[in-house]
């Protein structure tokens, strides 16, 4: 993929940053930084770090050690400065099940102080660009797992943050609906600026969108830079080929991660 004239304005900036539950560390010691305007893949294995990182990046846990800014700000002591610049498509489930899918995405725009004509108007662009706009009066507990996906990323869009961190994001959606939610991001990233820090293991995805990414692998970012280098510097064919190579096959445990996950009474 080109590279592209990025704004110099630092979106991220991480140094050292590190994160222990207990004995237990979850990111150990890492440093990167987003560009305004970037797309960003954020890559690893099970259990490697990276929802504990957008966590801390999205003011929803402090670190144990190092620096986060994001936009500037820090998400630890400016959590509203911060909450005010960025949207999130979690991994999990973070809807309202009682609600209606207008409901939930009206909630969020007033969270985030979207004018009432301007409200309207995005709500119904965004559950159109989803195919939801006809179950739009339907409550979100009788929509499909992959219905509830294209719920949460028209959500996280509607206050057309100038970061945008996507979790996982088309876990359970068809691959039609993959490729049209890509290329409406690919879309705002190009005409809006709004840099995009996402998660996948879908690797054919970060190496068509991202700019540049890094993989981190428990806990410790093990390479980072642009694509084409990372697949060159490795001697194979395809991000996946160089994911495999630097991260190795073997199945993760997950029983193991379970009980990390279940002592720590959170997601690493």
Do not use: C
């Not at 539950?21 to 305007?37: C, E, L, M, P």
């Not at 005010?84 to 725009?109: K, P, R, W």
């Not at 994911?243 to 690493?268: P, W, Y």
């Amino acid at each position: 993929m080109p590279r592209k004239n990025l704004n110099k304005e630092l979106a991220i900036k991480v140094e050292n940053l590190s994160k222990k539950f207990g004995d237990f560390t979850a990111v150990d010691n890492i440093s990167f930084q987003v560009k305004q305007g970037e797309m960003f893949a954020f890559l690893g294995p099970n259990g490697a770090g990276k929802t504990t990182t957008i966590k801390m990046l999205t003011t929803l846990l402090n670190q144990t050690k190092g620096l986060m800014r994001v936009y500037g700000h820090d998400p630890q002591t400016d959590k509203n400065l911060v909450r005010n610049n960025f949207g999130i498509v979690f991994q999990d489930q973070s809807l309202d099940d009682e609600l209606t899918a207008y409901e939930n995405m009206e909630f969020h725009a007033v969270l985030y102080h979207v004018e009432k004509e301007e409200r309207k108007k995005r709500i119904e662009s965004l559950l159109k660009f989803v195919s939801l706009w006809d179950r739009k009066n339907d409550l979100v507990k009788t929509f499909s797992g992959g219905m509830r996906r294209r719920l949460e990323i028209a959500r996280g869009l509607i206050h057309r943050p100038k970061i945008l961190f996507l979790d996982e994001p088309t876990i359970g959606l068809d691959p039609q609906t993959r490729i049209h939610m890509w290329e409406y991001i690919k879309k705002l990233n190009k005409e809006e600026n709004m840099t995009v820090f996402f998660t996948t293991h879908y690797m054919e995805e970060a190496e068509k969108y991202a700019d540049r990414l890094a993989i981190i692998d428990s806990g410790k970012i093990i390479t980072q830079g642009f694509v084409n280098e990372i697949i060159k510097s490795t001697k194979t064919n395809s991000l996946e080929e160089a994911f495999l190579k630097l991260t190795g096959k073997s199945i993760r445990d997950e029983s193991a991660k379970s009980i990390d996950r279940m002592r720590m009474g959170r997601k690493v």
